[in-house]
Structures are given as structure tokens and as C-alpha cells.
Nanobody, 123 residues
């Protein structure tokens, strides 16, 4: 079992940066594919970034590509999402999640979730 706790969300103005953190507790964290998702009010949870360990690459959703950087530190059981040049449309609750099976880009494929951290970007 894996327990995930996100932090780092804030209210910021457009153009600013934030670094979200997610700490995991439990066994074998390093074996999990980890992803970041977000959910805006009234919208479905959507994919943001995933550590696609099969080929060592990180995949980003088009809306955040070039502005976000995913990283992980297995020694500390941490994953991070650095977000730059934030836009109002980035406003959402951001979640980290541990993948179970299925598509890496579909929220239903992830079994363990954190409680989320709120990011609010004003114009």
C-alpha cells in the first residue's frame, strides 16, 4: 500500500512559478510509475505528466508541455512538478498518483491517490 501527500499549491498571479511536491509512504515506491493529474471545478480529472519508466521518458499533456517539469527522488520517496509561466487555466486541484494498470494517461488506471493540493492562478 502507498500513501501519498501533496503540498505546494498556492494562489499566484499569472506568469509565476510553483513547485508541487508529493511524498509517498509505503513499500517499493521506486517500483511505481507516478503521475500528476489535475481537476478544475466542473471538469473531469485530467492527465498532466507521467514518469514513463518503460523508456525513461516523461510524458506531458499538451497544455503544460514546455512549462512543467516532472522529477522524482526515489531515495526520499518524493515526486515533484515544477510549473512555470502559470496561466489562469492551470487553476485546479493537483493530484499525484501511483499507477496500477492500463493507460498511463487515464486517471482510472491509477490506484493510489493523494488528497490534492489547490493551485489558483489569477490574471
Amino acid at each position: 500500500q502507498v500513501r501519498l501527500v501533496e503540498s505546494g499549491g498556492e494562489s499566484v498571479q499569472a506568469g509565476h512559478s510553483l513547485k508541487l511536491s508529493c511524498i509517498a509512504s509505503g513499500r517499493a515506491f521506486e517500483t511505481y510509475v507516478m503521475g500528476w493529474f489535475r481537476q478544475a471545478p466542473g471538469k473531469e480529472r485530467e492527465f498532466v505528466a507521467v514518469d514513463r519508466r518503460s523508456d525513461g521518458n516523461v510524458k506531458y499533456a499538451d497544455p503544460v508541455k514546455g512549462r512543467c517539469t516532472f522529477s522524482r527522488d526515489n531515495a526520499k520517496n518524493m515526486v515533484y512538478l515544477q510549473m512555470n509561466s502559470l496561466k489562469p487555466e492551470d487553476t485546479a486541484v493537483y493530484y499525484c498518483a501511483a499507477h496500477s494498470r492500463g493507460s498511463l494517461y487515464y486517471a482510472g488506471s491509477y490506484y493510489y491517490w493523494g488528497q490534492g493540493t489547490q493551485v489558483t492562478v489569477s490574471s
